[in-house]
């Protein structure tokens, strides 16, 4: 019913900033809560943040709070992800989600392809 796609990832230096985007192409996007995830190689895949389908709930993981924002614009389907003060841990494969929120990925339906972010010293 929904279908994402990230855009945004690169490379970026460490203490830098980039802006992810998340893309719905369904008309029932608002409806939806939105989390982000991020998968580093080797590494089991682990919530990052997720915004509520009015975007009035925001919840982060504590390794990300104060760093990064979540944020939505309902009225063009993005859910987008402002990462500030990026460390070389944030290095990871980016996925956004919609489903009923939390951060428990069985609580996801709906997936996108991911896009990368590699913070280098």
């Known amino acids: 019913q929904v279908q994402l796609v990230e855009s945004g990832g690169g490379l970026v230096q460490a203490g830098g900033s980039l802006r992810l985007s998340c893309a719905g192409s369904g008309r029932t996007f608002s409806r939806y809560a939105i989390g982000w995830f991020r998968q580093a190689p080797g590494k089991e895949r682990e919530f990052v943040a997720s915004i509520s389908w009015n975007g009035g709930y925001t919840y982060y993981a504590n390794s990300v709070k104060g760093r990064f924002t979540i944020s939505r614009d309902n009225a063009k389907n993005t859910v987008y992800l402002q990462m500030n003060s990026l460390q070389l841990e944030d290095t990871a494969v980016y996925y956004c989600?919609?489903?009923?929120?939390?951060?428990?990925?069985?609580?996801?339906?709906?997936w996108g392809q991911g896009t990368q972010v590699t913070v280098s010293s």
């Open positions: 989600a919609a489903g009923a929120g939390g951060s428990f990925e069985s609580t996801y339906t709906y």
